[in-house]
């Protein structure tokens, strides 16, 4: 455990793919905290109020750079282009409310994920978890309705 959490933030251009239209461009901000060391968070901006936020494991994105990876709502693949700099990802993520298809450039989400790991590298994670603050988190009063079961 460290005391003092560490974050990485990086914007990201991702492109939404639609079926019958050119992809639409999506300003991403992904972003990584040593205090959630096995998770990434790409916060959507839609331009229609509030971003949409989605957690994503770190190894999941990491693995997906390289072949097919997840099973669940979230999957990434790489799609190979003819040349590095060409090279893109594909994230495609499902939930009850809807389904989307993104593309992203690979070396970008790649740099962004070389810099997590040198924060906290690769089976170290556990080492930075507070279990103090998740319990206390756990444990606290409900705030959002002042109610508590």
């Given at each position: 455990m460290r005391d003092q959490p560490m974050i990485i933030r990086e914007g990201a251009?991702?492109?939404?793919?639609?079926?019958?239209?050119?992809?639409?461009?999506v300003r991403v901000e992904l972003s990584y905290s040593s205090r959630d060391p096995y998770a990434v968070q790409?916060?959507?901006r839609?331009?229609?109020?509030?971003?949409?936020?989605?957690?994503?494991?770190?190894?999941l994105l990491a693995d997906g750079l390289l072949a097919?990876?997840?099973?669940?709502?979230v999957r990434v693949k790489p799609l190979l282009g003819g040349h590095p700099e060409s090279e893109r990802v594909?994230?495609?993520l499902a939930s009850p409310s809807g389904h989307a298809v993104f593309t992203t450039?690979?070396?970008p989400l790649a740099e962004?994920?070389?810099r997590t790991f040198e924060l906290v590298p690769a089976t170290s994670e556990y080492s930075w978890l507070d279990f103090d603050a998740a319990l206390d988190q756990l444990l606290a009063p409900n705030t959002s309705d002042g109610a508590r079961d």
């Open positions: 251009l991702f492109e939404l793919v639609t079926p019958d239209s050119p992809p639409v461009p790409a916060s959507f839609t331009g229609q109020g509030s971003p949409v936020d989605w957690v994503f494991a770190r190894d097919p990876s997840g099973t669940g709502d594909e994230v495609e450039a690979a070396r962004f994920l070389d």
